[in-house]
């Protein structure tokens, strides 16, 4: 099959890699001249792992390759998706679908054919709607079908994710338009991934419940923590005690300092806004959205008072700066707030992480950025974990006790245990345990 990816950034790069690695000739198309200057030298925009490998190998192949004109690479093509920014809309929280549209307005002058349209940015209910009435005005003579085929990427994991998927979830009742999603993702059939056709409204909100579902798992382990804490009794224990169960699964029951990055934080919203605009509110998914928004400070004010409830003039080490690691996304990270808190309260900060550094600099300002953990815990008060990077995972104790003001760890993530921790002469503080 041929295929447009428009929009080069993380869901289109990932997407159109792993389907030119399925077979497919891929093109993607960016507006964005130096992304596409440097996807075309071999140089990934973002971090992702084996995603350079992956492209390398297929563009070598000759099954992927990057442009900005769009025209030809949609007339060419079998099926266009649409995979460009949904951000949260300034001012009232809606998804700002101006890029979407904009897509939809060039593709439908540049159709040659039967093409099928497919969303798959996340989008509120009605978008494909929008999108074909957007096609049909500007060129009503087009034959076309518009799906909506939502991603379900983890930043960190996404290949794995696209190659050996939970389901494939396919929106939209035009004959041709499944078969030609079902040729698209025949491949995946071998690993037997169960394609889930449904209508194309139910597709685009399947995608805003799902996420709103996995964020309200994590809200809720989080104030089980806060519980655990008052009463004795360990969060993991009890996230283990309820994992078990399969109605429940494990997944997701991670106490920590909230959620964050480019889909909950915005999807939440996005769905919040669509249930007031329909007068159908979900009243559970405004208390996990109020919920997380105050645990984040909440953290920093965990660190403060580890410190003796005053950090003027003291000094906190901070190991990890994403939202989670095996990424370089610094969108709504815990850390932002974090170490927002600790600034406001008069502290210094200096922080490290594996690949957030540069991300990092665009939002925080007067942070000491170092370049490992044992420069971070140099004469520090206090060292916080906030991402659960691998490189945090064996930190040798008695260095950091040696270099360390004071012998002081709050783990924000739990990674260690606390025997482990108080053995090596510290101060331990977790969550919920």
Same mark, same amino acid.
């Not at 997407?15 to 990934?44: M, P, R, T, W, Y």
């Not at 929280?93 to 996340?122: M, N, Q, R």
């Not at 996995?214 to 519980?227: M, Q, R, V, Y």
């Given at each position: 099959? %041929?295929?447009?990816? !428009?929009?080069?950034?993380?869901?289109?790069?990932?997407? &159109?890699?792993?389907?030119?690695?399925?077979?497919?000739?891929?093109?993607?198309?960016? +507006?964005?001249?130096?992304?596409?200057?440097?996807?075309?030298?071999?140089?990934?925009?973002?971090? =992702?792992?084996?995603?350079?490998?992956?492209?390398?190998?297929?563009?070598?192949?000759?099954?992927?390759?990057?442009?900005?004109?769009?025209?030809?690479?949609? @007339?060419?093509?079998?099926?266009?998706?649409?995979?460009?920014?949904?951000?949260?809309?300034?001012?009232?929280?809606?998804?700002?679908?101006?890029?979407?549209? @904009?897509?939809?307005?060039?593709?439908?002058?540049?159709?040659?054919?039967?093409?099928?349209?497919? $969303?798959?940015?996340?989008?509120?209910?009605?978008?494909? $709607?929008?999108? =074909?009435?957007?096609?049909?005005?500007?060129?009503?003579?087009?034959?076309?079908?518009?799906?909506?085929?939502?991603?379900?990427? %983890? /930043?960190?994991?996404?290949?794995?994710?696209?190659?050996?998927?939970?389901?494939?979830?396919?929106?939209?009742?035009?004959?041709?338009?499944?078969?030609?999603?079902?040729?698209?993702?025949?491949?995946?059939?071998?690993?037997?991934?169960?394609?889930?056709?449904?209508?194309?409204?139910?597709? /685009?909100?399947?995608?805003?419940? &799902?996420?709103?579902?996995?964020?309200?798992? !994590?809200?809720?382990?989080?104030?089980?923590?806060?519980?655990? =804490?008052?009463?004795?009794?360990?969060?993991?224990? *009890?996230? %283990?005690?309820?994992?078990?169960?399969?109605?429940?699964?494990?997944?997701?029951?991670?106490?920590?300092?909230?959620?964050?990055?480019?889909?909950?934080?915005?999807?939440?919203?996005?769905?919040?806004?669509?249930? #007031?605009?329909?007068?159908?509110?979900?009243?559970?998914?405004?208390?996990?959205?109020?919920?997380?928004?105050?645990?984040? %400070?909440?953290?920093?004010?965990?660190?403060?008072?580890?410190?003796?409830?005053?950090?003027? &003039?003291?000094?906190?080490?901070?190991?990890?700066?994403?939202? +989670?690691?095996?990424?370089?996304?610094?969108?709504?990270?815990?850390?932002?707030?974090?170490? #927002?808190?600790?600034?406001?309260?008069?502290?210094?900060?200096?922080?490290?992480?594996?690949?957030? !550094? /540069?991300? @990092?600099?665009? *939002?925080?300002?007067?942070?000491?950025?170092?370049?490992?953990?044992?420069?971070?815990?140099?004469?520090?008060?206090?060292?916080?974990?906030?991402?659960?990077?691998?490189?945090?995972?064996?930190?040798?104790? /008695?260095?950091?006790?040696?270099?360390?003001?004071?012998?002081?760890?709050?783990?924000?993530?739990?990674?260690?245990?606390?025997?482990?921790?108080?053995?090596?002469?510290?101060?331990?503080?977790?969550?919920?345990?």
């Amino acid at each position: 099959m %041929r295929i447009a990816m !428009i929009g080069s950034g993380y869901v289109g790069l990932v997407s &159109g890699a792993c389907f030119a690695d399925f077979g497919h000739d891929v093109v993607c198309v960016d +507006k964005d001249e130096a992304k596409i200057a440097a996807l075309q030298n071999g140089k990934i925009p973002i971090f =992702e792992p084996g995603l350079d490998a992956l492209v390398a190998t297929n563009v070598k192949a000759g099954r992927l390759s990057f442009t900005t004109d769009l025209a030809p690479a949609v @007339a060419a093509s079998d099926a266009v998706f649409i995979a460009v920014g949904t951000p949260s809309r300034r001012g009232d929280g809606h998804a700002d679908l101006s890029y979407v549209f @904009a897509a939809a307005e060039e593709i439908a002058g540049a159709i040659d054919g039967f093409t099928v349209i497919v $969303d798959k940015s996340t989008v509120p209910v009605g978008t494909g $709607d929008k999108v =074909e009435e957007i096609i049909a005005a500007a060129n009503p003579d087009a034959e076309f079908a518009v799906m909506s085929n939502p991603e379900f990427l %983890r /930043e960190g994991a996404a290949i794995d994710d696209f190659k050996r998927p939970d389901r494939i979830v396919v929106g939209g009742d035009d004959p041709r338009g499944l078969e030609v999603m079902r040729r698209i993702y025949r491949p995946l059939y071998l690993n037997k991934a169960p394609v889930v056709e449904m209508s194309r409204r139910g597709a /685009e909100l399947t995608k805003y419940a &799902g996420n709103a579902f996995l964020a309200t798992k !994590i809200t809720f382990i989080n104030e089980i923590a806060d519980l655990c =804490e008052k009463v004795g009794a360990d969060v993991q224990d *009890v996230a %283990r005690g309820i994992g078990l169960d399969n109605r429940i699964g494990g997944k997701f029951l991670h106490a920590g300092p909230g959620y964050g990055g480019s889909c909950f934080p915005k999807d939440t919203l996005a769905l919040l806004k669509t249930s #007031q605009d329909y007068e159908a509110p979900q009243r559970i998914v405004e208390a996990v959205v109020a919920v997380n928004d105050n645990r984040k %400070r909440a953290m920093g004010r965990k660190i403060i008072q580890a410190l003796g409830g005053d950090v003027r &003039g003291k000094t906190v080490g901070v190991l990890g700066l994403t939202f +989670k690691p095996n990424t370089d996304d610094m969108r709504d990270s815990p850390a932002i707030a974090v170490i #927002q808190t600790l600034q406001d309260a008069g502290a210094t900060v200096r922080a490290f992480d594996p690949e957030g !550094i /540069e991300p @990092a600099k665009k *939002v925080l300002d007067n942070v000491d950025y170092c370049t490992g953990p044992y420069e971070v815990a140099t004469d520090v008060d206090a060292l916080a974990i906030v991402t659960e990077w691998d490189a945090f995972r064996a930190l040798d104790f /008695e260095r950091l006790k040696s270099i360390m003001k004071h012998p002081l760890l709050i783990d924000l993530r739990n990674v260690y245990d606390r025997k482990t921790v108080e053995d090596a002469g510290f101060t331990y503080h977790a969550v919920g345990r």
